[in-house]
Structure formats: C-alpha cells, structure tokens
C-alpha cells in the first residue's frame, strides 16, 4: 500500500490514513520468488507414505483432507500462530524474515509455514521472536512431515489426484493470486464476518500484480487497544523495498482512496477468505 501510516500511533494513524492520498494504487504485492528461511530439521516422509484410503477430499476443492485441521484446538493454535507471526514481523522483523518477507503473498507464507513447525526454543531464537506467545502447537501433524511433504499450497487447479502428483500439484511457494484461487475458500464481502486469520484480498486492475492479500489478525498480541487489526505487506513502494504495516479495520474502512475500503460496496475488494486447511 503506498501510504505512510504508522499503526502504531493510532492518532498517527488516524490523520495518516484519512489524509494521505495513495499514488497510483497500493502496490502490496509483487513478483519474484522469497529467500527460503530455515525450517528446524525434521524427518520428512513424501505425500506417497499417506495411506490412499485416506488421500479423500471432500469439499472437492484439491485439497487432501488428510492435511486439514479438523481439532478444533489445532484450527485455533494454527490461526493464532498465523497471526501473532505476522504482526511480529511489524514489530519486531528477525533479519531472516526480513528477508524472506519481500511482498504481500510471502507474509502469509512466511506465518501460514511457520505456524505448522514444531515451535521449540531453538526455532524462536533463530526467528528472533521477541517473546514466547504460550500458544500450543498443531497435533496433528509437524511440518515438513505432513502429507505434502515440502508442499505448502496447492499450485494447479482441478480435483485431487494420487499422492504421487503431489510435487506437481502443491509447491512452497504461491502468488496472491494462488493463494485466492487454489489454497482458500470464501467466506463473506463483509469484513464483519472476518475471523482471525482469514484473508481479505482485493484486485485492483493495472496494476503489475493486481491481487493483493492482507491477514486478518483480530485483537492485537502485542497491544491492549481493543480494536481489529489487519497485517499486509506493501509490496515495492515506487521502487523502493516496502514495508510490513498493521492498520486498523474501521479506518480501513475510511481510507481516502475507496478502492482499498474492504466494503461489498467496493467491486475491487473479493472478500474474506479462509484456508483450505481449515475446511
């Protein structure tokens, strides 16, 4: 977004938003493929080693149903994880995340792989986390050892097939576009119906990378304001590396330039989304 906002002055914010003028669209998103950070070593089995009985998908959507989280503990340990790791990235970034996290897309891949890690001490300190949130970990799987092996997304469309497609069908890396289409499901054009760690994605057209995602986080891990917060990345910014920022929803809600109000008013925001993983 080419906006100067500093979220974390709420009165800051408010002028800033309310007042500044977006040139030439919010760039959050942009292409290229992120630096890899380190995953903590892990025995990882192929996506072949999952029974086939089991390789189903109900919701036909592509996604094995094997890889979904189907403990309601899981679902909120995954979505908190998602959340507190993105906004830590806006307070406090570890230099590995800094750069790894280059646009929109890799915001949400960054926090959507590491909140399926094992998350001991070793792994906080090489993310440079700034505390221990006491959040439990996903049960039902460690990644990489997950029926997708290293996959992460699915990068394809059509129905789930054998396992042995897995290396073709699913990748570690996906676009905003990827993201919307093929990893999460709709939810609402309300941003009232928004959940932590759901996505809202807009499309803004001319733009290089017209699909832009941002993470819902909800209230806040690292403030007591009782507001709903939003993380997105910026994307380049006029040629210049951007930034990670978090914004609040009801002023997003007044941004100056409408196109960026997530409102079903506005035929450029596509909605809220959830993850695939979470069907």
Known sequence: MRHDLNSRSPVLLSVAILFTLVAGGMDLSRGGRSVQAPVMPAKSRSASSVPRETWTDRWGDGFPDAARLDQKQDRENFVRWVTFLAEAQFYQPGPGAHEEIDDCAALVRFAFRNALVAHTAAWRRALGLPFDPGIGDVAKFVYPE????RGLFRVQPGLLQSPDRVGKDFAEFADSATLLRYNSFFISRQVGAARRGDLLFFYQPGQRQPYHAMIFVGPSSFQSRGHQWIVYHTGDLNGHRGEIREVDAALL????????????????FLG????DLLR
């Open 146 to 149: 997950w029926p997708l092996g």
């Open 253 to 268: 809600m007044r941004h100056p330039d409408s196109h960026w109000h997530p409102a079903a008013a506005n035929p450029r």
């Open 272 to 275: 809220v989304y959830r993850f």
